[in-house]
């Protein structure tokens, strides 16, 4: 028998990696909403950004949350880049374009990781690496929680973007319906750049906060896409609100399975439940059908 | 003008003057929507020019068209299906110019389509049929535009729709909007219009006053059936 303790623990701890989940997922879902491309390469991108925060923690002794002033502005442009180099390119062509082109992206980021840091698994030891703060019956890790409550921060800052100001009402209004958007005003292919663009900083801001507990190979990403490929479908493909409840569902049952199933079967659990929702609510658990 | 490989305008020259109603009509793949996409940039035109108020906007992007002071409201409406009907207008008023007078625009548009107001929380996607037309032209407006091009905005609606947006239109253009109109719906839009243009397999073949193409032989044998 699991004590109640443990369990809280572990609820405490999908909680944590949940928000983080969310925040990625969000990145990605919002990248399909709006442009309809489903980026396989999102996690690779938070893999870069966990090197990048790597390498300035190494090099220049930067704390991970202060390397966010120099890896949020980087990965909004090099999200910039890709997209007018590469995506802007196929965003018209078919779904099957859009898996190619960017399995590629992936592809290239993945073996230039390998090319200059090699396969290893690489980590930082922050000073707060290890500390956590007892609270009752539970330990919490604070470089978790505080990756955990970034994150969370960073998803209400994006909802709020969305529903308030001008460009995020632009956002969903392409996202909705492109051609009404156009014939508003609204210039389509700029909102479709700054869209992809946020999409990466996301991957990048959930990537720099997860070093000072997570190590970093260039093989990490394929573990990240697949959860925000799951997340994002439970959520209903395109919903922010969908993929913070999805993420944080993904957190939980991950840490629930590896508490009383194994650990090793989470990822087998996670896609037990996408092959369940696809099969009885394609439109994800917190989508609406499309009629 | 061209989908794909297929030409489908050939020789379309029409002019909407200003302060005027200009019908465009034609039976089903004459061409009508291609001619207004064309206009208003959402199709790129392989050869022809596209001026307004002495400025050519040909191949210009519909969202500097729009800057021009040209609305267009299009086929299938278009409308931001998962936002409310407010947010909807607001949007329409997404340019800087038209930003400016958002709440004058927008007492003017709800003053057009009173049931907008009242159905202002509700998600656009919810509304019905002729609410959804009211709506697509209000979100035109919003844009203070000095051309409205509407797209078949009878198409679908019951008869009393039909007439409410037939009176909008009419109260538009009174309050000094030129107005360039298609539809299918023959009889009613040349009754409207101070001039008409007849579109057949991508050739305008007939011009005229709205009474004219009204009464002439042609137009009445191929489309009222008379």
Known sequence: MVGLDVVLQALLSGLFMGSVYALIAIGFTLVFGVTDIVNFAHGHLVMAAMFVTYVLFKSAKLDPYLSLVIVLPLFFGLGALLYVLVIQRIVDAPHSAHMMVTLGVLLLLENLANLLFGGDLRGVTTTYTTSSLVVGPVAVPLARAGAAVVSLLAVGALAVFLRRTALGKAIRAAANNREGAALVGVDVPRVYLI??????????????VIVPFSLVSPFVGHEFILKA??????????????????GLLIGFVEALSSLYISAS??????????????????????????? | MAYGDVRVLHDVALRVGQGEIVSLVGANGAGKTTTLRAISGLLPALEGRVTFDGEAITGRAPSRIVARGLAHVPEGRQLFTNMTVHENLEMGAYLPRAKTAVGETLAWVTGLFPRLAERRTQLAGTLSGGEQQMLAIGRALMSRPRLLILDEPSLGLAPIMVKTIFDAIRRINGDGTTVLLVEQNLAQSLRLSHRGYVLETGRIVLEGSGAELLANPHTRKAFLGV
């Open chain 1, 195 to 208: 869209s992809f663009s946020l999409g990466t900083m996301a991957a990048a801001l959930a990537g720099a």
């Open chain 1, 229 to 246: 490929f799951v997340i994002a479908v439970l959520g209903g493909l395109g919903s922010v609100g969908g993929a913070l409840a999805g």
């Open chain 1, 265 to 291: 079967l989470g990822n087998a659990i996670v896609f037990a439940i996408l092959i369940a929702v696809l099969l009885y609510r394609p439109w994800g658990i917190f989508g609406q059908a499309k009629v």
